[in-house]
C-alpha cells in the first residue's frame, strides 16, 4: 500500500518563509506523480494551490511554489501571512487512476 | 462560474445504504473526470474514487471496492456515490471534485455521512 508522507507540523513568523515537504514511503516522488497541493481550513472545503508539481491554480497568489526537492515534492510559501494559518495536503498520483493524499501539515503562523 | 452541490448525506445505521448526489454547473461536465473525496472528523483527506468522461472506467480506493459504486448521468450534469454496507468508519465528509490535469480543481461544500445506530 502506498503511503505518501508530510510533516505533521510547522510554524513560520510572518514574512517568513517555509517549505512543506511530500515524500512516497517506498520510492521517489518525480514529476510523474504530478504532485498537487491543497489548503484547508476548519470548516470549509478543500482549496487548490497548485497542480501538476508547480503551476499555481487561478487567483493563488506567487508566494506560494511547487517543486521538486531531491525525492520529494515540495511547497514553499514566501513570504507567509497570518491567513496562510492553515492544513496543507499533498496529493499524488500512483499511478492507473489512482490517487492518494498525504496526512497533511498543519502550518501555524505566530 | 464552477458550482458543485453535494446532497443525499445524513444519519445511517451501520449497515445501511445512501447514495450521494453531485450537481455540477457552470462547466461542460461530460468533459471532466470526476471524484469522490471524503474526510473523518478531525482526520486528513482521503481519495475515495473517480470515473472518467463517459462512465466506461471507474478507479477505487481498495478499502472501498465492492462497497462503494461511482457513477455519473451526464444528460443531468450529476455524479453519485452509492454506498453499501456503511460502517462507522465511513462516518466523514464527504466532497465532489472536478479532476483534470492529474489534480482536483474544483471542488464542492461537502456532505456530511453519519454511520452510527
Known amino acids: 500500500q502506498t503511503v505518501v508522507t508530510q510533516e505533521p507540523s510547522f510554524s513560520v513568523s510572518p514574512g517568513g518563509t517555509v517549505t512543506f515537504t511530500c515524500g512516497l514511503s517506498s520510492g521517489s516522488v518525480s514529476t510523474t506523480s504530478y504532485p498537487s497541493w491543497y489548503q484547508q481550513t476548519p470548516g470549509q472545503a478543500p482549496r487548490t494551490l497548485i497542480y501538476?508539481?508547480?503551476k499555481r491554480s487561478s487567483g493563488v497568489p506567487d508566494r506560494f511554489s511547487g517543486s521538486i526537492l531531491g525525492n520529494k515534492a515540495a511547497l514553499t510559501i514566501t513570504g507567509a501571512q497570518a491567513d496562510d494559518e492553515s492544513h496543507y495536503y499533498c496529493l499524488l498520483f500512483v499511478g492507473s487512476a489512482i490517487w492518494v493524499f498525504g496526512g497533511g501539515t498543519k502550518l501555524t503562523v505566530l | 462560474e464552477v458550482q458543485l452541490v453535494e446532497s443525499g448525506g445524513g444519519l445511517v445505521q451501520p449497515g445501511g445504504s445512501l447514495r450521494l448526489s453531485c450537481a455540477a454547473s457552470g462547466f461542460t461536465f461530460s468533459n471532466y473526470w470526476m471524484t469522490w473525496v471524503r474526510q473523518a472528523p478531525g482526520k486528513g483527506l482521503e481519495w475515495v474514487a473517480n470515473?472518467?468522461?463517459?462512465?466506461?472506467?471507474?478507479q477505487y480506493v481498495d478499502s472501498m471496492k465492492g462497497r462503494f459504486t461511482i457513477s455519473r448521468d451526464n444528460a443531468k450534469s450529476s455524479l453519485y456515490l452509492q454506498m453499501n454496507s456503511l460502517r462507522a468508519e465511513d462516518t466523514a465528509e464527504y466532497y465532489c471534485a472536478t479532476s483534470e490535469e492529474y489534480a482536483f480543481s474544483y471542488w464542492g461544500q461537502g456532505i456530511l455521512v453519519t454511520v452510527s445506530s
Open positions: 470515473i472518467n468522461q463517459d462512465g466506461s472506467r471507474k
Open positions: 501538476n508539481t508547480n
